[in-house]
């Protein structure tokens, strides 16, 4: 049971946006702590995808957004496209437990 | 370019010891704070110990906590993760990262992996 909660799964066409849920708690998310994301193609290390709740890293697209409210966060990717197929983890920091993961979400791009 | 090469993985016994490492390359590595993260067969990301800049803090996740070590050579370059007492549930392939200290911290590079096999 992971401190962060993601949906399982996601899917889209080619073409569709799709978000992805991250939901903490009052000791994490909702004590203000950043919330970053990670994508991690099939096979290969995780990647950061946005760092502090809402900002991408050089060479990131801009089809890849975040944001944050309360005790809860969202990853939003428009324009799905193939090579997006992937897992995706948020990560924050635990006032009790430093830090922590989403279980992670497998996105499927139909 | 940053790179994060980790080494040492393997398949060792229920109780035993196994030392990983990682070579830092692309940054002045004794300018930040370095962590493991580690991720079970077909299971998420969970991270393992945090060591700052000097090696003076170190953090671990309770379910390792004083049975894994931390470490690191800033004159090599080099991040170091002792691990005793491997249970089963240590298996998992482990990922070098460098950590950026924000409002909490997050990780922005990261290795290979290694992958380490508890098992007799």
């Known amino acids: 049971q992971s401190v962060l909660t993601q949906p399982p799964s996601v899917s889209g066409a080619p073409g569709q946006r799709v978000t992805i849920s991250c939901t903490g708690s009052?000791?994490?998310?909702?004590?203000?702590?950043?919330v970053h994301w990670y994508q991690q193609l099939p096979g290969t290390a995780p990647k950061l995808l946005i760092y502090?709740?809402?900002n991408r890293p050089s060479g990131v697209p801009d089809r890849f957004s975040g944001s944050k409210s309360g005790t809860s966060a969202s990853l939003a990717i428009t324009g799905l496209q193939a090579e997006d197929e992937a897992d995706y983890y948020c990560q924050s920091y635990d006032s009790g437990l430093s830090g922590v993961f989403g279980g992670g979400t497998k996105l499927t791009v139909l | 370019e940053v790179q994060l090469a980790e080494s040492g993985g393997g398949l060792v016994q229920p109780g035993g010891s196994l030392r990983l490492s990682c070579a830092a390359s692309g940054f002045t590595f004794s300018n930040h704070w370095m962590s493991w993260v580690r991720q079970a067969p077909g299971k998420g990301l969970e991270w393992v110990a945090n060591?700052?800049?000097?090696?003076?803090?170190?953090y671990y996740v309770a379910s390792v906590r004083g049975r894994f070590t931390i470490s690191r050579d800033n004159a090599q370059n080099s991040l170091y993760l002792q691990m005793n007492s491997l249970r089963a549930e240590d298996t998992a392939v482990y990922y070098c990262a460098r950590l950026v200290e924000v409002n909490g911290y997050y990780f922005d590079y990261w290795g290979q992996g290694t992958l380490v096999t508890v098992s007799s």
């Open positions: 502090r709740d809402t």
């Open positions: 009052s000791s994490n998310i909702g004590a203000g702590y950043d």
């Open positions: 060591i700052k800049q000097d090696g003076s803090e170190k």
